[in-house]
């Protein structure tokens, strides 16, 4: 087996599900880090991890605890309804966990993940690539030097198409637990978490299903409006409104308002605009920095230090915690508090 | 879902060609030879002197009045206008009052025009109060004069091509809208009545009025409004950043921000219209057509942001020729009184949203 630039050999890392989109990602990426060593494929689906596991030719898995017993890790990419099962049976293997976000479809199932990790000795982290994006680090810095001063607002907009092109279950609620408010508050309020070193206390939320030609069982637009308890105000649009048409998946983008001016970012600016035939249509390939390169890479060297990852189970719960608020206000018609 | 106050389909074709494009038959040039309207502009400030020179560039000499009447004599001398010594006096000499004093003024200005039986033009926003936007409706009504609200958005050619796009059916119904404004503190000094939260109400009224019109234009009236404001500057120097999250009657939402937290000479406009069918994207950021870097004179500025209406075909200009025409052809322009009125309202629940912390719910298009 190889070893890595410091003459260790790799972490061994499984897939624990390939029923997220963001699964073959996960897939090439650890496929061609030197300090890990894919296992393979674990999913309910056999033909599924057949197909993700293929272009980097790792093993596909029949029996999740014949991968579990061969890793150190798995990087869990389900549907968000089956995250707790799955982070159960891995942490009872005394596997180190990397779950996909949201990291729960209810605060009940986030905390149990939580629990089974912490009464397993498993570290668990987060799946939030954004606090690895270079402009969303910049924005951190600038708040965190005093650059922007004090902090005041901050207006965020994380939209996209509707993921259902990508898999079905993004849009049946037993499955996803939600739509445009589960699936695109969270990077968003983690990155506010994260910037302010603040937790919400208070959350109101609007939504409909006018957007996608009110198709969906799920809401398809939202905006949220949270209160940090350092009296910072901010706001997400979470909305799927980007048509089918758009040139990329959607973006997201914060406008910072501070003593010390604004700071605005839009994370995945770094496209090109590719105007190709009239059948390849047009498309914004991303040249950035690959921020869930930088995820990986923290979820392994965490685990091979044997310390916290930069993102948290409990980074996880919170953001659980504010998207259930989010569907407690929509009920309500009214801001509701929390914490 | 189209907005309940969506224009007549005919109206609005004209009405968005630039000024010199209109067809012979509408031409505000020809017409106005026939009957040719003498307009009197009341304040002189920032807003005043804007009017003037739209009314001047369209061949007008305004009659203007200021408490102040040295700055309504240099304002006279530069754009060619003649000073009335009181509003008495400017009433007698005019067909049609356009206010632009301090908002809290407005009312007082445009009542009494309206009972010396002058056409009223008022800037946004319409009144410091609803009661006092009920009474200049009022006032209107019984002189039998026409009333205007200058919500000049509606002019400026990006948001009247984005409604157009929304008419034709480009989206489909429209679901969630997101409408920034985003500049720096007006430069006046402390004790300066832009900064009296009675006088002006503050940046909700004055500013995010705008994008709250311009929301209802699009996805028609609202039913509840939720905001959030912070102080940047100092403490206790109001509120300069604001976000209203509005539910309208057709389910639409929007997220409506406005800002004096940027760095001067910052004034950026932008929106989105996500739609059952499509998108709308407008910024000013990336479609400004021009992009000086000159080494000499950087950023000098005056005091209060503007949009550079040179390279947007006037806004100011189609306005107030709009209502000119209006009044003089007895038709309707593409804001009537009402809608300065129930973008006023929105923006109060907003000021009150922001304030109290609640949702505000009110009753729109019940007339």
């Known amino acids: ?339 | 879902m189209l907005p309940d106050r969506a224009l007549p389909d005919r109206a609005l074709p004209d009405r968005m060609l630039p000024d010199g494009a209109l067809p012979d038959r509408a031409h505000p040039r020809r017409a106005r030879t026939d009957a040719p309207l003498r307009i009197g502009v009341v304040g002189t400030g920032f807003m005043g002197e804007t009017h003037v020179a739209a009314w001047a560039a369209e061949g007008i000499r305004t009659v203007i009045h200021d408490v102040d009447a040295g700055r309504a004599a240099t304002l006279a001398e530069r754009h060619g206008a003649r000073v009335a010594a009181s509003l008495d006096e400017l009433f007698g000499a005019v067909d049609v009052v356009d206010v632009c004093t301090p908002t809290h003024l407005h009312a007082a200005v445009a009542v009494a025009a309206a009972r010396a039986g002058r056409h009223v033009i008022c800037e946004k926003p319409m009144a410091r109060t609803l009661a006092d936007a009920e009474a200049m409706l009022a006032a209107a009504r019984e002189a039998g004069v026409r009333l205007f609200v200058a919500q000049v958005v509606r002019f400026f050619p990006e948001y009247v091509a984005a409604r157009a796009a929304v008419l034709d059916g480009a989206i489909g119904e429209p679901g969630v809208l997101r409408l920034s404004r985003a500049s720096f503190r007006p430069r006046q000094p402390a004790g300066h009545w832009f900064f009296d939260h009675d006088k002006s109400g503050g940046i909700i009224l004055d500013l995010m009025v705008h994008d709250l019109d311009y929301a209802r234009w699009i996805a028609g009236d609202v039913v509840a409004v939720h905001c959030r404001s912070a102080s940047v500057a100092q403490p206790d120097a109001g509120v300069d950043h604001a976000v209203a999250i509005l539910t309208h009657r057709s389910g639409a939402i929007s997220h409506v921000s406005a800002s004096w937290g940027y760095a001067p000479p910052t004034f950026t406009t932008s929106f989105e219209i996500a739609g059952s069918h499509g998108l709308i994207e407008q910024s000013s950021t990336t479609t400004t057509p021009v992009m000086p870097s000159l080494l000499a004179g950087a950023a000098s500025g005056g005091p209060t942001a503007l949009a550079d209406t040179s390279l947007a075909g006037d806004p100011f200009r189609l306005e107030l020729a709009e209502f000119a025409r209006a009044i003089r052809d007895g038709t309707e322009a593409r804001i009537g009184a009402e809608d300065g009125l129930e973008a006023l309202r929105i923006a109060l629940a907003a000021d009150e949203s922001a304030r109290t912390g609640a949702v505000v719910r009110i009753t729109q298009g019940a007339r």
């Open chain 1, 1 to 339: 087996m190889a070893v890595d630039a410091q003459g260790r050999p790799p972490l061994r890392i499984g897939i624990l599900s390939a029923e997220h989109v963001h699964a073959p990602t996960y897939i090439s990426l650890l496929a061609a880090m030197p300090g890990a060593h894919l296992v393979g494929v674990w999913d309910e689906d056999r033909r599924r991890a057949a197909t993700a596991a293929e272009p980097v030719g790792t093993r596909v898995f029949d029996d999740v605890d014949d991968l579990l017993e061969r890793v150190d890790g798995v990087v869990i990419a389900s549907a968000n309804a089956r995250h707790r099962r799955l982070v159960e049976i891995a942490a009872a293997a005394g596997v180190h966990v990397l779950c996909e976000k949201p990291l729960a479809t209810t605060v009940v199932d986030a905390r149990a993940i939580l629990d089974a990790c912490a009464h397993a000795g498993v570290h668990l982290m987060t799946a939030f690539p954004t606090r690895w994006n270079p402009a969303a680090r910049a924005l951190e810095s600038a708040v965190r030097s005093g650059a922007l001063g004090t902090p005041v607002f901050l207006e965020g907009a994380n939209t996209g198409t509707m993921p259902d092109v990508h898999a079905p279950w993004f849009v049946d609620p037993t499955l996803s637990g939600g739509g445009a408010v589960t699936d695109h508050v969270v990077h968003l309020a983690d990155l506010y978490r994260w910037i302010l070193r603040s937790e919400v206390v208070e959350v109101y939320a609007v939504a409909n299903r006018i957007l996608q030609e009110r198709f969906a069982r799920v809401e398809t637009g939202g905006l949220v409006s949270l209160r940090f308890a350092s009296g910072v105000s901010a706001t997400i649009d979470c909305s799927w409104s980007k048509p089918r048409s758009y040139p990329t998946w959607g973006g997201l983008s914060i406008q910072a308002i501070g003593t010390g001016g604004a700071f605005g970012i839009d994370a995945f600016r770094q496209h090109l605009g590719v105007y190709g035939t009239r059948e390849a249509g047009i498309s914004w390939p991303a040249w950035g920095p690959d921020a869930d390169a930088g995820m990986l890479a923290e979820f392994l060297s965490a685990v091979r230090e044997d310390r916290e990852p930069a993102v948290t189970g409990t980074d996880g719960l919170r953001a659980v915690e504010i998207v259930d608020a989010a569907y407690r206000s929509i009920t309500a018609g009214a801001p509701v508090t929390l914490g």
